[in-house]
C-alpha cells in the first residue's frame, strides 16, 4: 500500500480500509475531536497495610465517541472537498461489516497530518445529508463515527 498521500498539501485527513488498501479523504476541520482512554488499576488489600497498594491490570482500547467527518460536494478536491458523497458513505459503510476472510471488523487507519495516525475500527456510525440543491442532490455529508483503538501502539502524535 503506497503511502504517498503522506505529503499531500490542504486541509485532509485520509482514512485507509486496511484490509482492502481503499482510502478516501475527509475535510479535516470538525468542529472537535478527543478521544479517551481508560486504565484498571486493581486494589490488593494487605493485612495491617494503612494504604490499599494499586497494580497495574490493563488499559482499554482508546475510545472516540463521535468523531465528525465533513464531505462537501462544493469544495474543490484540493481544498478538502468531495465530489462523490455517495462513494464516500459507501467506503464508510464498509467500515460497518465485517471483512472476509476473518469475519472480523476491518481495521482503518486515520492520518490527521500534524495531529495524529489512529488504527482503529468503527462502533458505530450516522449519515446527514444537508444542504440540498435545487435538484435535489445533496451537497453536504456529515458522518459522524465511533471509534475503538485496535493499535497495540494507540494514538501516537
Do not use: C
Not at 464498509?94 to 487507519?109: E, W
Amino acid at each position: 500500500m503506497s503511502l504517498s498521500f503522506l505529503g499531500q498539501r490542504g486541509p485532509r485527513m485520509t482514512l485507509v480500509n486496511v484490509v482492502t488498501g481503499e482510502r478516501l479523504t475527509a475535510n479535516a476541520h470538525p468542529p472537535s475531536f478527543g478521544w479517551s482512554i481508560s486504565v484498571a488499576w486493581p486494589r490488593h488489600e494487605v493485612p495491617g497495610r494503612a494504604s490499599v497498594p494499586l497494580q497495574y491490570g490493563l488499559t482499554q482500547n482508546g475510545q472516540v465517541s463521535a468523531f465528525e467527518l465533513w464531505f462537501d460536494r462544493r469544495l474543490a478536491e484540493s481544498e478538502g472537498g468531495t465530489h462523490d458523497l455517495v462513494a464516500a458513505q459507501r467506503f464508510l459503510q464498509k467500515l460497518t461489516a465485517p471483512a472476509a476472510p476473518r469475519n472480523a471488523p476491518p481495521p482503518v487507519l486515520i492520518v490527521w497530518p500534524g495531529l495524529l495516525t489512529f488504527e482503529a475500527v468503527v462502533t458505530s456510525a450516522s449519515y446527514e445529508h444537508r444542504d440540498i440543491a435545487m435538484d435535489g442532490q445533496p451537497l453536504l455529508l456529515v458522518a459522524t463515527l465511533a471509534l475503538e483503538g485496535v493499535s497495540t501502539r494507540g494514538a501516537r502524535r
